[in-house]
């Protein structure tokens, strides 16, 4: 069945999916049965399963999360939630030193079929705690798989493939997405470790994480006036990379861009750099370029924190000066549009 | 003399034997692995293990060999891992940190000391949620309670009333830290009495004393469905990790020959077996028994091949 969702009602029907059709399904973190039910997603699930499928834990996340890995490892499949991704970095212990090891340390003996839901990203003043993603550190031990959804078809299809999954998945949603409406598909099965060629084009590859597809889309659309065709893919998953998918574009169209949804330094971003550079190093015409978080804490206030994160305009610019192109008359242009659609304070 | 009674002096020697031969190896330098043996710690190992229903979701530290021993009975994937090749629990790769058994009902072990205790939690969330009424069962050292996670799970467990079975191994040791240098709490068992938990104290030393109070336990547990904690006292005749004794570095004081028999549970549980008519030929016999069990288990696994490139990446996920 094809409907048009946002990405929050997108990110729902997968629960109500997968908790329809296996009993093992539960979603569980602090607060996440309350009446705003994690913007939106977990809306209707406390009433269709109960409390015992879908409830609030107290405020310990670092046990919680291994909770959740127990339980994963005695057959269940958890779904782990917060509000925001920071508060994940109170679980790291478990996630790091338990979960992403247990297959290897048993010798394959034992899997940890775990979800950990968390909301990434900007809106309203979040500030320095309440704004990271670190999909690069995630991604960085082995053993964890790191997921990042940009339209309500992926939020769906995604989630049901991860939490399919036998292993821990990191699940990054960005909450500007949250309102971003388009057509599910229900029948599509989503595969972990494969990213999305979202636009073709010839002259540059833009290689986009999380909300950055969003904004590197946008900006696509107002190169495309000016007569430069972008190659748009949405990474999806960070680990397991596609490399492939983003390469074969790169040597296509000899540059690259990669639109990160986090600091520069020892990110992602780097890393993907470093990678087309070894599998594309012949092919390229130009050094990658990346763009990130400004290299501080991320800062309260509406105008720093619209100078802390990059956008369609960086993007735009950033193709400009790989190209050797003139500025384009960004008049009229609307950025960071759906800040406004986002109020507090939470 | 029941063959029950005989069945814990077994495992008692089993777990005793096999870390005096890791002793007696360890010098060679072909077990490349940090031991944390647990001479003294033996009456807590199998006083647990031999009350549990069989299939009893196990968690454990670092200090594991007694547990893994008193669940498994075996030795040849044991002494495999520890030599690190393959054919061991985990080809190697666990060491004897990470030693598990799922089969026998040990699914981990961990040398970051409480992080396994929310995941024992976790198994006991999953019987309830099943509407299962098996207990899962967390063994740690009395320092993993001044970690967080420790009380993160405690509290987790106590609020949804599951059958989990803590057990507080105390030696009153971190690594080199007293107790009383660590604590801000007068007794461990008084720390957790204001939880809507069963509590049980009980000398680790005694390996029937905790035989019983494991089974106070259990069936507490069973007829009041929330966790239960249970605290057993012993003494770490060994250095924290490694082979080798650490009086000499002046810490701590050597108990003298009368404490160190009144300390040890192997000894203790003899003198009761002998005092209640066993003869010691039979316990020479069952020794003896397990002595060629462990020989022959060292023999194969000094003579078996080390893991290869094609082991290095196996099983990263599933």
């Known amino acids: 069945m094809i409907r048009t969702l946002s990405f929050g009602e997108a990110v729902n029907l997968a629960l109500q999916h997968e908790m329809e059709q296996d009993p093992d399904v539960f979603c569980f973190g602090v607060d996440v049965p309350d009446h705003k039910r994690t913007f939106g997603s977990g809306v209707g699930l406390v009433e269709k399963f109960g409390r015992r499928r879908y409830f609030g834990s107290p405020l310990s996340e670092a046990g919680v999360a291994g909770v959740a890995i127990g339980a994963a490892m005695s057959g269940l499949r958890p779904v782990h939630i917060h509000a925001r991704a920071d508060f994940v970095l109170l679980c790291m212990n478990q996630l790091v030193n338990m979960a992403s090891n247990k297959s290897y340390l048993s010798g394959g003996k034992l899997s940890v079929p775990l979800v950990v839901r968390a909301v990434i990203g900007r809106s309203w003043g979040q500030g320095a705690q309440h704004s990271k993603s670190m999909h690069g550190v995630f991604a960085h031990f082995p053993g964890l798989k790191v997921v990042l959804p940009s339209t309500p078809q992926d939020g769906y299809a995604l989630l049901r493939a991860a939490i399919r999954d036998d292993n821990p998945v990191i699940f990054l949603e960005h909450r500007w997405l949250y309102d971003v409406r388009g057509e599910v598909d229900d029948e599509v099965r989503g595969a972990l470790g494969t990213a999305a060629v979202c636009r073709t084009g010839s002259d540059v590859t833009i290689a986009a994480c999380s909300w950055m597809t969003v904004e590197a889309l946008q900006a696509a659309r107002i190169l495309a006036g000016a007569g430069v065709e972008t190659e748009v893919i949405d990474v999806r998953s960070v680990a397991p990379l596609d490399g492939e998918t983003i390469f074969a574009s790169v040597r296509r169209t000899g540059r690259l861009v990669i639109a990160d949804y986090d600091w520069t330094f020892c990110g992602f971003s780097a890393e993907l750099a470093a990678q087309a550079t070894e599998h594309c190093f012949s092919a390229l015409r130009a050094a990658p370029v990346r763009l990130g978080f400004a290299a501080v804490p991320c800062p309260t206030t509406r105008p720093l924190e619209t100078l802390f994160y990059p956008s369609a305009r960086e993007i735009v610019g950033a193709v400009e000066r790989l190209l050797g192109l003139p500025p384009i008359d960004l008049t009229g242009e609307v950025f960071n549009e759906y800040e406004r659609r986002f109020k507090g304070p939470f | ?318």
Request: aromatic share 10%.
């Open chain 2, 1 to 318: 003399m029941e063959s029950d009674a005989l069945d814990v002096y077994r495992k008692l020697i089993l777990i005793r034997r096999c870390q005096e031969r890791i002793i007696a190896e360890y010098p060679q330098d072909e077990i490349k692995t940090p031991v944390h043996l647990g001479i003294g710690l033996e009456g807590v190992s199998v006083g647990v293990a031999h009350r549990l229903p069989l299939g009893t979701k196990s968690f454990g530290q670092l200090r594991n060999h007694g547990q893994y021993l008193a669940l498994t009975g075996e030795t040849d994937a044991y002494f495999l891992e520890l030599y690190g090749k393959i054919g061991g629990t985990s080809d190697g790769k666990a060491g004897s940190m990470h030693l598990c058994a799922p089969g026998a009902g040990l699914l981990s072990t961990s040398g970051i000391v409480a992080a396994t205790i929310p995941l024992a939690v976790g198994a006991g969330l999953a019987a309830k949620y099943r509407g299962s009424d098996a207990i899962a069962v967390a063994m740690f050292g009395d320092a993993a309670i001044e970690e967080g996670e420790y009380w993160d799970a405690f509290n987790f467990a106590c609020l949804h009333g599951l059958r989990v079975l803590f057990v507080c191994e105390d030696n009153d040791l971190s690594i080199h830290t007293f107790g009383r240098d660590r604590r801000g709490f007068r007794s461990i068992a008084g720390a957790m009495r204001g939880w809507d938990c069963h509590v049980f104290e009980g000398d680790g030393t005694d390996v029937r004393m905790v035989l019983d109070v494991t089974g106070q336990a259990l069936a507490a547990m069973s007829r009041d469905p929330k966790p239960a904690f249970t605290v057993f006292r012993w003494f770490r005749f060994l250095e924290h990790v490694g082979p080798n004794t650490d009086f000499h570095i002046g810490y701590r004081s050597a108990p003298s020959e009368a404490e160190r028999l009144a300390l040890d549970p192997v000894h203790r549980y003899e003198q009761w077996l002998l005092a209640h008519g066993v003869e010691r030929t039979l316990l020479a016999r069952i020794r003896s028994a397990i002595d060629d069990q462990i020989d022959r288990s060292v023999a194969a696994a000094k003579a078996a091949p080390y893991p290869d490139g094609r082991h290095l990446t196996e099983h990263l996920f599933r």
